[in-house]
Every structure is written in structure tokens, then in C-alpha cells.
């Protein structure tokens, strides 16, 4: 079966994730519906999808949480993915990260929380009413800073193909399931944005019948590992080469970056951070 790659979700394992479930992002709902076989979930309603993980295929329940509505009247709807904590897909689960889970449950019975690296990726497939998840594990991430500069990292990333020697950096430094994340997100974000530059509001290809925004890493990636769609912004060639050059500040509070030379520059395109 073909999986498309339409990003749904990374989450950090926690004590919730082995025993309850997941919530899924309010902005992710529209695109999880579109692989929903009845469409958007209506207020309170359950059902029966299918999640794909380490080769076998489980059951579980979506349903959109069924808070009072006049009560809060402001407040969007919750989904969530929910099975039973004894259930086999759980046990998955904990077997998968097995090192994690045992240190999540030493810690917890201290009181402490864990400081675990390790996630899991949910996509969409061809399939209606069937997810998969990607297992992303604390060794099969090393930190590249030593043999990649951040622009070449993010030019690897955002490549729809990769030269030998590209593919070579990849396999080498296991960042296979970093890639595959990156542009799963990036593609995501480039068609949230319709292709234009957050900073400067313009799709500099529109009027050559090309797209080639670019994803950039707020925190640098070869110094943070971060890859979540929080530390990503959609620019345009221009402006990740600018970033790259004068290595600006960035307030995420006010969402502005401010230049060695005191310039300051904020984004005019903002739908995720």
C-alpha cells in the first residue's frame, strides 16, 4: 500500500500516550477529515479508524470531545484518539519504547517528569479511515553539526531528490526518518502558506509558474534537533539566504527578527506558530 505523507502530528511519548491516547491539533483537523471515510466528526461523535504501527494493523477510536458547548461557547472542537491502556496497540507501544516507558513509570512513581527524546509521527494513507505511525527513536538521531553547515542540512531536507552523495550524508547519519518528517510538514506548511514567504507576503515564483518556498528552521536544526512544526517557517529564497547571512534574532513573542544592524523584520503571514 502507498502511503501519501500528509502530516498529521509528532508527539513526544508520555505517560498519556502509553495508556490513553493522543489529541490531534485543532489546525490538523480539516486535512485528517479529508481521510475520514463520513467526513468532519460532528460535536461528541466516535468512530472506529484504523492506525498502522511496526507492521501490524490496530483499532482504535476517534472522537470529538463532547464538552458543553453553551458552557464555552468560544472554545473549538477537541479530537482525540483513544484505546485502552491494557489493549494490544498500547502494549505496542510500550514494547516499541520500551527504555522510555520504564523510565516515564521510575520517575512518575517520584513524582518527576521524564525528558524522553523519543516520538511518534502520525500520517495519512491512501486509505480511508487509516492512519500510520512513524516510531522515531532516541538513537536513530545524531547530531550532523559536524559535517553539515544548517543551510546544506535544510537544501537535504527540502530536496524532493537527493544526489549519491546526498543520499550518502542521509543513510550514514540515520536521518531517513528526519527527512521523510521535514518535508512531510514542510509540504504541509508551503501549501498553508500558498506558496508565499512569511516574512515578506510574496510567492516569488507565482509569475514564472514555479513554487519554491523553502522551509527554515527557526532554531538552528545541526545545533537544536528540533524538527517540529513550531521551529519551521515557509520563506522565499531571498529571505533564507538573508537569515543564513546575518543569523538575525527571533522574538517569538511579537514574531520579529531583528537584524546585527538593528533592522527589524516581522512576519506578515502567520496560521501556526
Not at 74 to 95: T, V
Request: aromatic share 10%.
Amino acid at each position: 500500500m502507498k502511503m501519501t505523507q500528509d502530516f498529521i502530528l509528532k508527539k513526544f511519548v508520555d505517560w498519556s500516550l502509553f495508556n490513553r491516547g493522543f489529541a490531534i491539533p485543532v489546525e490538523m483537523q480539516n486535512i485528517l477529515a479529508l481521510h475520514l471515510n463520513s467526513g468532519f466528526l460532528k460535536h461528541g461523535e466516535k468512530r472506529n479508524v484504523k492506525i498502522i504501527l511496526n507492521d501490524e494493523t490496530y483499532e482504535v477510536t476517534l472522537t470529538s470531545v463532547n464538552f458543553d458547548r453553551q458552557k464555552y461557547p468560544e472554545h473549538k472542537d477537541m479530537w482525540q484518539i483513544i484505546y485502552s491502556q491494557n489493549g494490544k496497540f498500547a502494549a505496542c507501544l510500550k514494547n516499541l519504547f520500551q527504555n522510555s516507558f520504564n523510565e516515564i513509570v521510575a520517575l512518575r512513581e517520584q513524582n518527576l517528569k521524564a525528558n524522553v527524546e523519543e516520538s511518534i509521527v502520525l500520517y495519512t494513507t491512501d486509505l480511508k479511515d487509516t492512519f500510520y505511525i512513524e516510531p522515531i527513536f532516541a538513537d536513530e538521531i545524531i547530531n550532523p553539526a559536524a559535517i553539515e553547515t544548517e543551510q546544506n542540512l535544510e537544501s537535504l531536507f527540502d530536496s524532493p531528490k537527493l544526489t549519491d552523495s546526498e543520499a550518502t550524508i542521509v543513510k550514514k547519519y540515520r536521518l531517513t526518518k528526519v527527512r521523510k518528517l521535514n518535508r512531510s510538514i514542510g509540504n504541509y506548511l508551503k501549501k498553508l502558506y500558498n506558496f508565499q514567504c512569511q516574512i515578506c507576503g510574496k510567492n516569488v515564483g507565482e509569475i514564472y509558474g514555479v513554487q519554491i518556498v523553502e522551509c527554515h528552521h527557526i532554531n538552528y536544526f545541526v545545533q537544536s534537533l528540533n524538527n517540529d512544526i513550531d521551529n519551521l517557517l515557509i520563506v522565499c529564497p531571498n529571505h533564507h539566504r538573508i537569515i543564513h547571512s546575518a543569523n538575525p534574532t527571533f522574538d517569538r513573542d511579537k514574531k520579529i527578527y531583528t537584524y546585527p544592524n538593528g533592522y527589524s523584520e516581522g512576519l506578515k503571514l502567520n496560521l501556526h506558530l
